[in-house]
């Protein structure tokens, strides 16, 4: 099974597929792979881009994630309200993770046009605009590349440290995957810099036996009463497309109120392979 370009290595049966592709078929073969051809792409990418923007769903989101810019994220004021302005109030990065192979999914080539609208909107360089997919086609690559986008070349695990305010983008992946994003970052003056576009923490802790997740989610259980959690709006047209999906923030003052010890004796999580969600690196 896979979630949107990362492979679910799991046994359990009866879990619908997230992403509904065009071929008829399972794996894509190396020859179908090449007869994308990239500036065809190119032009569905941006015309999905043009819908989204014109969306009211589109409207409401960035009302969203300005709120929660300009009363979360500025690092001068300790979580607090500010008057700060300008990019002070942007990321400095976007980091994406698991958009999946766009070239042949619907659901994959909406979340990539929301994140190029993300990036305009945020005033954020193309440079500082990082993705990783271990399912990207060579075509894929070559048109992101075209768009000034930097594919990353090594498998990160989503185990990437961050000292500055940083977006990741990671829509419908698995739970192991925010897991370790939140292991690699596991002080509050790290994960203050972070917002998580991906799935609802809220919803795991309410629908995952406290058991399952301290087994294979167990940062995402702990931060989760700390977490500053913004739905996405309700009324994109498709619903497979953000739907569970929220704005993740961790504001210093909450951070800030739990004793030294909650950060204490935190080990790099480690998976059965039953509950690893994403594919590792070689």
């Given at each position: ?7 679910i290595?799991s ?14 078929h ?8 090449n ?36 009363t ?11 008057n700060?302005?300008g ?5 400095s990065?976007?980091?994406?993770y698991?958009v ?12 990539l ?60 992946c ?12 596991w ?13 609802s923490f ?8 406290s ?12 931060i ?8 996405f ?11 569970d ?6 504001p210093r ?15 790099e ?14």
């Amino acid at each position: 099974m896979e979630l949107d370009g990362f492979q679910i290595v799991s046994k359990r049966k009866g879990k619908k597929k997230m992403c509904a592709v065009t071929q008829q078929h399972g794996d894509i073969s190396t020859s179908s792979e090449n007869n994308y051809d990239v500036v065809s792409l190119k032009r569905k990418v941006l015309s999905a881009k043009e819908t989204l923007c014109c969306m009211d769903f589109y409207t409401d989101l960035k009302g969203k994630l300005r709120e929660c810019l300009e009363t979360v994220l500025c690092s001068h004021c300790d979580g607090m309200p500010c008057n700060c302005s300008g990019n002070s109030k942007n990321p400095s990065e976007i980091v994406t993770y698991g958009v999946g192979n766009f070239a042949e999914c619907l659901i994959s080539r909406y979340q990539l046009a929301l994140l190029l609208a993300l990036r305009d909107n945020l005033q954020v360089s193309p440079n500082d605009v990082l993705l990783y997919d271990p399912k990207f086609f060579e075509a894929e690559k070559e048109l992101l590349s075209s768009l000034g986008l930097q594919v990353l070349s090594e498998n990160e695990e989503g185990k990437r440290q961050c000292e500055k305010t940083t977006l990741f983008y990671m829509p419908h992946c698995g739970k192991s995957l925010y897991n370790n994003l939140l292991s690699a970052n596991w002080t509050p003056d790290r994960l203050c810099h972070l917002i998580i576009i991906g799935n609802s923490f809220t919803n795991m802790v309410q629908n995952f036996p406290s058991s399952t997740l301290k087994k294979c989610a167990s940062f995402i259980l702990r931060i989760q009463p700390f977490t500053e959690e913004v739905p996405f709006p309700g009324n994109f047209q498709y619903q497979d497309m953000f739907n569970d999906t929220a704005l993740h923030l961790f504001p210093r003052h909450k951070l800030n109120s739990v004793e030294a010890v909650f950060w204490e004796d935190c080990p790099e999580p480690l998976y059965d392979e039953e509950d690893l969600e994403f594919i590792p690196k070689s």
